[in-house]
């Protein structure tokens, strides 16, 4: 029992078929696995998020035609192919640790007081395979049993959280809650504070940019409009 | 453990030689192994006796503490005059157990765990968990 | 001579020290220990499942590494400090290069990865010294001899068991006593220098690491031992640990746990690459006198 998406009145558009939950439904070449979700008339309040590959909240699990292998991606980043068959996560539940980063020293056994499961990695490199932001997760994971915080965090610096590599790490590790415990520690404790920031904080403090900004708050919507379009844009 | 089992079964030796490539059978029970054991004196069967019930297909084996307490030293093995490895007949029969998803350690559960090397913790889930 | 060089977890948190006075020791012989780069942990304990692979994908892939940088050495060969990484490494070596088969699953398994060819040559450190400096060597380089300071042996498990991977006799070695006497000490006899310090036990079963550490030290108390030389970390911790639990057994009394690395670099004069209470404790045995 198929239902099929009448196309609109663009001919030219070439179609694809793909099957969501289970559905077939033709979409649009192009679209993006979110874009066609909606285009087939899915509303979603789960699974969504910035839409730009950047909040890891649309992680998909799919397969492709003639292929058995289950892939794995974010929806808003990847693009549909003929015969995918797919399938929305709603989120990755593990469970957030509580800790006093105040309380906690910036080596290995803080990591190991709260995620001591990290010793149960077997290399395997499922995790780095299946990341949407190509990350070496299973390298981060090592270098935190090393001792080596700041590699970690260096390399884990693009984790959007998505779950994916938790989901089928077969020790069951979850990686995304390590990598942000480690950068944490990292920030607080071991990356080189920055003088430039000191510096404006207590420009701040001191008043520096209080009258500037007492003026713009009175200044009003047409003042404010005018100034928005004449703004710096970076390139 | 006092109870005799009344059935033989080659069933348990034949799962042991799948994982292990062990056989039970060539053990004539010196207890050159049991002797040398460093942990026997903690264990609740000695190995000489561990390896035993596997010849008679007693799965009781598999709940004993002994299994669980074998630190993998190899000693058993380099004594035993047939030459058989009963470390990694221990492991199967660990195997068995772990593979069910059923763990004998939990992690989150030791206390102080940061105060050990890592060695001592990657070595525990190795040979305790799945 | 350059020669491929494998840490281990441990040799970089809590056996730092180990690291220290080996690469010293090393290179006071010319031989530079070329740490792998993108080194993994090792996997330890090796895993005797014959019908399953999956747990020596660890081990493998250091191999691989170490094969991706032979050109760096220009051999073959990768050194280890640690003895439980040297049995884990050697022995995975030793399976795939008799079941080809399993090395061919894991080279499928490891796609993203060149395939193990099954070249490398695992040693441990103490290989390195007994083959390729020789203690001769050593004798003829010492700074200090150190008579007169009783040294104990401890092997452990790892480097003398199984018979396949061992460096030395399993029941009766003699590495380490050759070792003792080319630095000029004593090395004391007892009767369970190979015995299991417990291993992963300490971590679940405490007890059974003070048992063994009790009846490995107490002999060794009774013969006045100076100092325990040990070639593992586990080890090392295991018996600094059981010391600790059996206090109350001991009267107190505790012998200092060093690594063989630290005496020889004692003994050859490279203090700076000893932490200052092990240089300490070595000062005060090595000008303590006359027994």
């Known amino acids: ?235 | 453990m006092k109870k005799l089992v009344t059935k033989i079964s080659p069933e348990l030796a034949k799962k042991v030689f799948a994982i292990s490539g062990q056989n039970v059978y060539a053990c004539y029970q010196c207890g050159k192994c049991s002797a040398g054991c460093p942990i026997a004196d903690e264990m609740d069967l000695l190995p000489n006796q561990v390896i035993h019930m596997v010849q008679l297909g007693d799965e009781r084996v598999l709940e004993s503490k002994a299994i669980w307490l074998c630190a993998n030293c190899f000693t058993c093995t380099v004594r035993c005059p047939r030459d058989i490895n009963l470390t990694a007949v221990m492991e199967a029969l660990r195997l068995l157990t772990l593979r069910k998803g059923i763990y004998k350690l939990d992690l989150r559960k030791i206390e102080h765990v940061e105060e050990f090397p890592q060695i001592a913790l990657i070595a525990a889930a190795r040979k305790l968990t799945g | ?291």
């Not at chain 1, 997760?137 to 080596?148: H, N, P, S, T, Y």
């Not at chain 3, 040799?11 to 690291?19: F, I, M, S």
């Not at chain 3, 894991?106 to 060819?117: A, I, K, V």
């Open chain 1, 1 to 235: 029992m198929t239902t099929s998406v009448t196309v609109e009145k663009k001919p030219k558009t070439k179609m694809v078929k793909i099957y969501i939950m289970g559905r077939e439904y033709l979409v649009p070449e192009g679209l993006t696995i979110l874009k066609a979700m909606e285009y087939a008339g899915y509303r979603l309040i789960r699974g969504v998020g910035c839409r730009a590959g950047f909040c890891g909240a649309c992680s998909t699990v799919y397969r492709l035609k003639g292929d058995y292998r289950l892939y794995t991606a974010l929806a808003c980043q990847t693009t549909v192919q003929d015969g995918m068959y797919l399938v929305q996560l709603p989120f990755v539940p593990a469970k957030k640790p509580t800790y006093d980063i105040e309380k906690l020293t910036p080596d290995l056994s803080s990591v190991l007081k709260y995620f001591p499961e990290i010793t149960r990695c077997v290399q395997c490199n499922t995790c780095t395979k299946v990341c949407p932001q190509e990350i070496q997760v299973m390298d981060a994971i090592q270098a935190i049993l090393r001792g080596d915080l700041a590699t970690a965090a260096h390399l884990t610096f693009d984790c959007i959280a998505c779950g994916i590599c938790s989901m089928r790490c077969p020790a069951e590790i979850v990686h995304y809650h390590v990598f942000q415990l480690v950068r944490r520690l990292y920030g607080k404790y071991i990356a080189k504070p920055s003088k430039h920031l000191r510096e404006r904080i207590k420009e701040i403090e001191e008043g520096k940019f209080r009258e500037e900004l007492d003026r713009l708050v009175m200044a009003g919507v047409e003042e404010w409009k005018k100034l928005y379009a004449a703004r710096e844009i970076e390139p």
């Open chain 3, 1 to 291: 001579m350059k020669l491929l060089y494998f840490p281990g977890c441990s040799l970089k948190n809590y056996a730092q020290r180990y690291e220290k006075s080996a690469l010293a020791v090393a290179k006071r012989f010319d031989i530079e220990l070329v740490e792998l780069k993108r080194w993994n942990c090792c996997g330890v304990v090796y895993s005797l499942a014959s019908d399953s692979v999956f747990h020596h994908i660890a081990a493998v892939r250091n191999l691989i590494r170490a094969q991706e940088q032979m050109h760096e050495t220009g051999n073959e060969k990768l050194v280890t400090l640690c003895s439980m990484c040297y049995q884990v490494l050697a022995s995975v070596n030793h399976r795939l290069a008799r079941d080809p088969e399993a090395l061919e699953t894991l080279n499928r398994f490891m796609d993203e990865e060149e395939d193990y060819l099954g070249t490398i040559e695992v040693l441990h450190f103490l290989q390195v010294l007994r083959d390729y400096i020789g203690f001769h060597k050593i004798k003829e380089s010492l700074e200090r001899k150190l008579e007169n300071i009783r040294v104990a042996p401890y092997y452990g498990c790892m480097l003398v068991r199984p018979k396949e991977v061992a460096i030395d006799d399993p029941e009766d070695p003699s590495l380490l006593e050759t070792l003792i006497a080319s630095v000029g000490a004593k090395p004391i006899e007892y009767p369970f220098r190979t015995d299991c310090c417990g291993s992963y036990n300490v971590v679940a079963n405490k007890d059974i690491v003070k048992i063994r550490v009790l009846r490995i030290i107490k002999p060794l108390l009774r013969n006045s031992a100076d100092l325990i030389i040990s070639v593992c970390p586990l080890c090392t911790f295991n018996l600094e640990y059981g010391m600790k639990l059996a206090s109350r057994e001991l009267y107190g009394k505790s012998i200092p746990v060093l690594y063989f690395t630290e005496l020889l670099a004692y003994a050859l004069g490279l203090d700076y690459a000893l932490d200052k209470n092990v240089l300490a404790t070595l000062n005060k045995l090595y000008e303590g006198g006359e027994k």
